[in-house]
């Protein structure tokens, strides 16, 4: 008898549950539901293509051979409802029925349109349209001065990509730091201080009071009543699971879903993976959402073998454990290289030393009962981003395997 498999989303994580289905020999139907009808991209890319210094072609990792050869329906269709229990859902006004579902649907940049005055638009980036937009923005002969609010990864490749285009930047946070949750208070002074040399105003400990629009312009009013007029305001504040179909599935801490090793949701036949899951943070200890392109790669390919082996009625093999945070950041000349935990505890203490022209802060645990010390972060800042020359790729990639031992 014939089953069918429903996606949800297609992006990385679809992408490979689909490519899993396949090479474990799933042989029936895979719908795939899509509120777009753009090709699978990389979020990575995006900021590149903005920047001018990536192509469109280059945010889409698969050709459309590729993705025909994973034989999939896919239905441009944004999902409303899903029905667990019955295993269906409604997509377009339509009802279909699955045997199995993977809910893998993404985030969306959280952005408070309401701050934002009749007649302006808030500009985001995550998704190819907030690139393209993007990028028509910054390269308009109108766009002069450019505020991004946020501190984030986010805001940083956005920053980076303003500057590419000879645009003068604003940088707010409402932190008192750059990268809270990634970067020591040492590396990020040194991030900010690069920064600063490159010519960016950065504002931080600081937030948007008021908005209006002035000739054109963003006229804003920041905390410490300062004023200055800008051409655009790109809001980095973080994203949210894509999660506004689903009712009768447990969610985490984080409001995504929760999973076990093989992805599976609290719902029968139901499985997750991508910025919508919450699992094993290494770091941590606790469920987290790992929000990074890698993982969802993997979570998605261990749902894709898990489904497979279900729905033949075998036991699933390959867990997936868990992931540890890591993340490269690069603006200019500029790059921070992090992974772990940068959070200090009477357990828990940092060194930071300078060695090959790199700031490298470690970050070390001692177990109370057994007294050893393991490596549990770290941060790598070089002023010197250029792969071929800079010794911050080298240094990081020896504390990764360290952190991973």
């Known amino acids: 008898m014939s089953q069918t498999v429903a996606i949800i989303g297609y992006g990385a994580a679809a992408v490979n549950a689909l490519i899993a289905l396949r090479t474990s020999g799933y042989p029936d139907k895979v719908m795939v539901f899509s509120n777009t009808d753009t090709p699978p ?91 393209e937009v993007l990028c028509a923005a910054l390269t308009s ?28 930047v604003t940088l707010l946070g409402r932190s008192e730091h ?17 920064l600063v040399e490159m010519g960016v105003d950065l504002r931080l400990s600081q937030v948007i009071e008021e908005m209006e629009l002035v000739d054109g312009q963003l006229r804003v009013t920041f905390s410490n009543g300062e004023v200055a007029d800008y051409s655009q305001v790109l809001m980095a504040h973080g994203v949210k699971p894509n999660l506004g179909f689903v009712s009768d599935i447990e969610l985490g801490a984080h409001d995504g879903l929760l999973v076990d090793q093989f992805m599976r949701t609290s719902a029968a036949s139901v499985y997750a993976a991508g910025d919508v899951t919450e699992t094993l943070n290494f770091a941590s200890g606790k469920p987290g959402i790992a929000g990074l392109w890698k993982e969802a ?27 540890l945070p890591n993340n490269c950041v690069t603006v200019g000349n500029a790059v921070m290289l992090s992974a772990g935990t940068v959070e ?12 090959n022209g790199c700031l490298v ?40 395997r360290r952190l991973t031992a």
């Open 297 to 323: 790669c993997l979570q998605g390919a261990c749902a894709g073998r898990a489904i497979a082996a279900d729905l033949a009625g075998t036991e699933p093999q390959d867990a997936y454990a868990g992931y």
């Open 344 to 355: 200090l505890s009477t357990q828990r203490w940092s060194e930071l030393v300078q060695r």
């Open 41 to 131: 991209y990389s979020p990575v890319m995006t900021s590149h293509y903005a920047a001018g210094t990536a192509t469109r072609e280059g945010m889409f990792p698969w050709s459309v051979e590729e993705l025909s050869m994973l034989d999939a329906e896919v239905v441009c269709a944004e999902v409303t409802a899903l029905n667990a229990a019955a295993h269906t859902l409604i997509a377009g006004g339509q009802e279909y029925a699955f045997d199995a579902c993977l809910i893998a649907s993404g985030a969306s940049p959280v952005v408070d349109a309401g701050a934002f005055p009749e007649g302006a638009t808030p500009l985001t980036l995550r998704t190819v349209a907030d690139a």
């Open 178 to 194: 750059l990268m809270r949750k990634n970067a020591a208070e040492d590396t990020a002074a040194a991030f900010e201080a690069a």
């Open 141 to 168: 002969e109108n766009c002069d001065r450019v505020l991004v609010s946020g501190t984030s990864m986010v805001a940083l490749k956005a920053v980076d990509a303003c500057l590419a285009r000879g645009k003068e």
């Open 361 to 400: 802060l470690s970050v070390y645990e001692q177990d109370p009962e057994t007294g050893a010390v393991s490596l549990v972060g770290y941060n790598v800042f070089s002023n010197n981003a250029d792969p071929a020359t800079s010794d911050a790729y080298d240094e990081a990639a020896m504390l990764y």
